[in-house]
């Protein structure tokens, strides 16, 4: 009766597959030191062949020692050649980064806008700062246009910069004209295949 994979112990590192588990296993029921130290390394060897790509890398022979130990459940009694992970570090989580959450008044202009009038609220009146809010302005009608596909009017535009400016920043449909965007859908291939002729 045929055995499936499905039936035998599951594997720590399947990469790796069962015939290095194996060599694992075999490695750890040898007796004498000096005999399961040659077969540790042996066993690196062959798992360094099977990803060639990442050879001659310090930092990847110690994860191949690392990879050693781990599938030997840290019971491989060895004299590693570098010092290798513990079992309390394997599963250990690194400390919770303090994210700032402010909120986003409209969120499909996205903060980074936010963040651009304010910018563009500060700087002096000239030719640079029209052509910077004409830049965030068009920037925010093609956001406003993902997600309201009837079209935008480049007057709600105004208003929102002029909303997000605290009245610093004033721009009118007579003075300023803004690109018109389309929210085009991808074209969606046909799954049936041209018969040749």
């Known amino acids: 009766m045929l ?13 790796f597959g069962r015939n290095v588990q194996q060599m694992v296993d075999h490695c750890m029921s040898i007796a004498d030191r000096e005999e399961r130290n ?6 690196v060897s062959i798992m360094n062949n099977l990803f060639s790509d990442r ?25 590693y ?20 959450l402010e909120p986003i008044r409209l969120r499909h ?5 936010e963040g651009l009038i304010d910018i563009a609220s500060d700087m002096p009146e000239g030719e640079e700062r029209d052509q910077l809010l004409i830049m965030i302005a068009s920037h925010m009608k093609k956001q406003l246009v ?7 009017d480049d007057e709600r535009i105004f208003k929102d910069l002029e909303m997000y400016s605290h009245g610093r920043i004033v721009m009118t449909t007579d003075r300023y004209k803004l690109c018109d965007f389309k929210d085009v ?3 969606q291939q046909s799954s049936k295949k041209k018969k040749r002729k």
């Not at 040659?38 to 066993?43: D, L």
């Open 38 to 43: 040659r077969c540790a390394a042996g066993i």
């Open 3 to 15: 055995e499936y994979n499905t039936q035998r112990e599951k594997l720590v590192l399947p990469e």
């Open 81 to 100: 050649p570098c010092e290798v992970i513990r079992p309390d570090d394997l599963h250990s989580r690194p400390d919770k980064l303090p994210y700032q």
């Open 185 to 187: 859908a991808p074209v």
């Open 109 to 113: 202009y996205g903060k980074i806008v």
């Open 146 to 152: 993902a997600v309201n596909r009837e079209g935008v």
């Open 55 to 79: 050879r001659d890398d310090d930092n990847s022979n110690k994860m191949l020692w690392n990879q050693l130990a781990i599938m030997s459940d840290f019971k491989l009694d060895i004299d």
